[in-house]
Nanobody, 119 residues
Framework: QVQLVESGGGLVQAGGSLRLSCAAS????????MRWYRQAPGQRELVASI??????NYADSVKGRFTISRDNAKNMVTLQMNSLKSEDTAVYYC??????????????WGQGTQVTVSS
C-alpha cells in the first residue's frame, strides 16, 4: 500500500502565497508522474504535473504563478503558489503514479487540503 500525506493549505489574502506539500510512503519502487489537481464546486482541474525527470506542465490559469517541484529521494512533491487569486480557492489533491514491486503502476490520491483565498 501507498499513503499520501498532504500539508500546507489554509486561508490567505489575495496576492499572498502558500506552499503545498505531499509526501508518499509505503510500497514504492519509484514514482512516475506527480500531479496536483484542484476541485471547486462543479469542476476539477489539473493544476500542474511533473515527470520523474522534472518536466513540468501547468494549467493556463496558473502559469507564471505556481511552481511544481519534486524530491525523488524523499518521494515528495510541492506546489508553490504565489499571487493567489480568489478563483484559486479549492480543495487541492496530490496525485501520483507509482511503480510497485509487482511491476505494475498504480494511481494514488491524497486526502485533499483546502486552500481559501479571500479578496
Amino acid at each position: 500500500q501507498v499513503q499520501l500525506v498532504e500539508s500546507g493549505g489554509g486561508l490567505v489574502q489575495a496576492g499572498g502565497s502558500l506552499r503545498l506539500s505531499c509526501a508518499a510512503s509505503g510500497s514504492i519502487v519509484s514514482i512516475n508522474a506527480m500531479r496536483w489537481y484542484r476541485q471547486a464546486p462543479g469542476q476539477r482541474e489539473l493544476v500542474a504535473s511533473i515527470t520523474r525527470a522534472g518536466d513540468t506542465n501547468y494549467a493556463d490559469s496558473v502559469k507564471g504563478r505556481f511552481t511544481i517541484s519534486r524530491d525523488n529521494a524523499k518521494n515528495m512533491v510541492t506546489l508553490q503558489m504565489n499571487s493567489l487569486k480568489s478563483e484559486d480557492t479549492a480543495v487541492y489533491y496530490c496525485n501520483v503514479i507509482v511503480l510497485r514491486s509487482s511491476g505494475l503502476f498504480s494511481e494514488y490520491w491524497g486526502q485533499g487540503t483546502q486552500v481559501t483565498v479571500s479578496s
